[in-house]
């Protein structure tokens, strides 16, 4: 009589996800500080085309994951350079802050989303097509509330940290994520929008774009990211479950010449006080968890998300395109909650 082989919980509730119209692919990967303990693909790049299988090195713009990959790490590296002091206001060291609203706020704030910046970015409608005008717009908005003062998610918060980065550093922050972050960690398939036509074959395409009449596969997602080059803090990158799981072991564990421990520890707990929803540094609480949980996370507009628990010394991946078949994020949202149980129970 045949062994019968028992399918990981992982992939029969990603597949059954596949089956239930979710998202067409997705993949993942559980680890610790050693290595990965479990990883899989389950799906289709593109229900067009349904001999192409989702592969474990099929790339995907992971959105606002690009947050921690690239702004989160940089922003951790001049912190332990002693080249950014978080509490000091932005105006007092930054020209191109000073004198707008924005000069009051400090880099704490912003990674808290606490800064009181607009909540929608709508760029080019509001600053035009020009990457200057377009910054130096961000730059001069009034702010919603003081500083401080309310917890509020905004893409412009990690757009504003990439450009203090670029300041402080006299580098672009593509450069910067590259040579202090990606290269160190390993992570040789992470990458900036827009891809080349033989990392754009192996993507995961996400939503239909009227423009060129088909969906988007290889192009962020993200209109902002996509006004300002393909690069920016808020979004642009693609990579894979491979490399983002490179990038949470360097978190549980920094390597040499990245971002530290202490930065780490730093980010991974409450910096909120009293203020809901509670906020690290760019990090938040995972949905479903409590205090003594200990387990952080970040999620992406298109189907992407990554957690990470110091307390547990397990980190995880899920990269999916649901982008590709909806806005509405509520069904992947019950997917994650099941699966970043089964992550960290």
């Not at 062994?3 to 990603?14: D, I, S």
């Not at 080059?229 to 808020?234: H, L, N, T, V």
Request: charged share 20%; proline share 9%; aromatic share 8%.
């Amino acid at each position: 009589m045949a062994e019968r082989t028992e399918v990981p919980p992982f992939a029969r509730l990603l597949a059954g996800a596949v089956q239930g119209g979710v998202y067409p692919g997705a993949v993942w990967a559980v680890g610790d500080r050693s290595g990965t303990r479990s990883a899989g693909a389950v799906g289709v790049l593109d229900p067009a085309r349904p001999e192409e299988p989702v592969r474990p090195d099929t790339l995907f713009d992971v959105a606002s994951l690009t947050k921690i990959l690239t702004v989160w790490a940089v922003t951790g590296t001049l912190v332990d350079a002693g080249k950014l002091d978080l509490s000091e206001p932005l105006g007092s060291s930054w020209p191109a802050a000073a004198g707008r609203p924005v000069g009051a706020v400090t880099a704490y704030q912003l990674l808290t989303h606490t800064a009181g910046m607009p909540l929608r970015a709508n760029l080019r409608f509001l600053y035009g097509s020009d990457p200057q005008d377009v910054r130096d717009g961000v730059l001069a908005e009034p702010l919603r509330h003081p500083p401080g003062a309310a917890v509020a998610y905004t893409d412009r918060a990690a757009l504003v940290l990439g450009w203090l980065a670029e300041h402080l550093t006299g580098r672009p922050l593509a450069e910067l994520a590259r040579e202090r972050v990606w290269g160190p960690l390993g992570m040789r398939e992470t990458r900036w929008s827009p891809l080349p036509a033989e990392a754009a074959a192996r993507c995961a395409p996400t939503e239909y774009d009227e423009e060129t009449g088909r969906h988007l596969k290889g192009t962020v997602h993200d209109f902002s990211a996509r006004l300002l080059g393909g690069a920016c803090g808020s979004a642009g990158v693609f990579t894979t479950a491979g490399d983002t799981g490179r990038f949470l072991r360097g978190v549980l564990a920094p390597p040499p010449g990245t971002f530290s421990a202490a930065w780490t520890a730093a980010s991974l707990r409450v910096g909120t006080g009293a203020l809901v929803p509670p906020r690290g540094l760019l990090w938040h609480p995972a949905p479903g968890t409590g205090p003594g949980d200990d387990v952080w996370a970040h999620f992406g507009f298109t189907g992407t998300a990554m957690w990470v628990s110091p307390a547990r010394a397990r980190w995880a991946v899920l990269l999916t395109n649901r982008l590709y078949v909806t806005r509405d994020p509520a069904p992947l949202a019950r997917v994650r909650e099941v699966f970043r149980a089964y992550a960290f129970a």
